[in-house]
């Protein structure tokens, strides 16, 4: 069952499996575009050093590229920083990377900061970015190792190298913020505009 009222599908802007099942979950009829973006030369041009800021540069430049190439349709984009204090992380490149960057935080309190956009035909409608605190235990080599060899090619899919939604759970001790946050998409506020722009069914 869809909840959605428009004829065409919502297009998400990503390649994100999880960000869609959240989607369509929700009732919504959702399509997939990956926008092809070259994301860290966008962030070093803006100058910018606030990871919010940042996440929410990055969606919305996803939502409006791919927007002006399909006219008529509503586009999300959505993009996530981890920051520990004012140091930012990317993707793990590889394994080795990954086994690094889980060392860095663990112990540490770091933020997941997420942004949602959405454009029509170029013109931003709406953004938003939600924060959650994730405070990693303090792991050993041999913990981080065994995490890595279960998570496998995955590590390499997330800004953390961890998906909570999986055994990624097991590396946290305490966690704040909203669970869709955590995911990558800021659902409910999301949600709420659509539902402003009477753009669902309920």
């Known amino acids: 069952m869809t909840v959605w009222r428009e004829r ?7 390649q994100s499996a999880v960000r869609k099942s959240l989607l369509a979950n929700a009732g919504i009829a959702v399509e997939t575009i ?5 994301e860290r030369a966008i962030q070093d ?37 981890l920051a520990l204090g004012e140091r930012l992380f990317s993707k793990p490149a590889n394994r080795a990377a990954a086994s ?8 540490q309190t770091h933020e997941l900061h997420s942004a949602v956009s959405v454009t029509k035909d170029g013109a931003p409608l709406f953004s938003h970015v939600s924060v959650a605190r994730m405070t990693m235990r303090a792991l050993t080599e041999r913990e ?16 953390g190298a961890y998906q909570l939604e999986r055994t990624g759970v097991h590396l946290f001790e305490r966690i704040e913020g909203d669970h869709f946050t955590i ?20």
């Open 8 to 14: 065409q599908p919502l297009i998400l802007a990503s």
């Open 34 to 38: 990956p926008a092809d973006i070259d």
């Open 45 to 81: 041009e803006s100058g910018l050093k606030n990871p919010g800021e940042i996440a929410a540069l990055l969606a919305g430049e996803k939502a409006k590229f791919i927007s002006l190439r399909h006219p008529g349709r509503y586009v999300v984009g959505a993009d996530q920083t």
């Open 100 to 107: 690094a960057q889980i060392a860095t935080l663990s112990g």
């Open 144 to 159: 981080i190792a065994a995490y890595i060899d279960e998570a496998g090619d995955a590590i390499t899919a997330s800004v």
């Open 183 to 202: 995911l990558g998409l800021p659902l409910l506020p999301l949600l709420g505009f659509l539902r402003s722009r009477n753009l669902l069914a309920v």
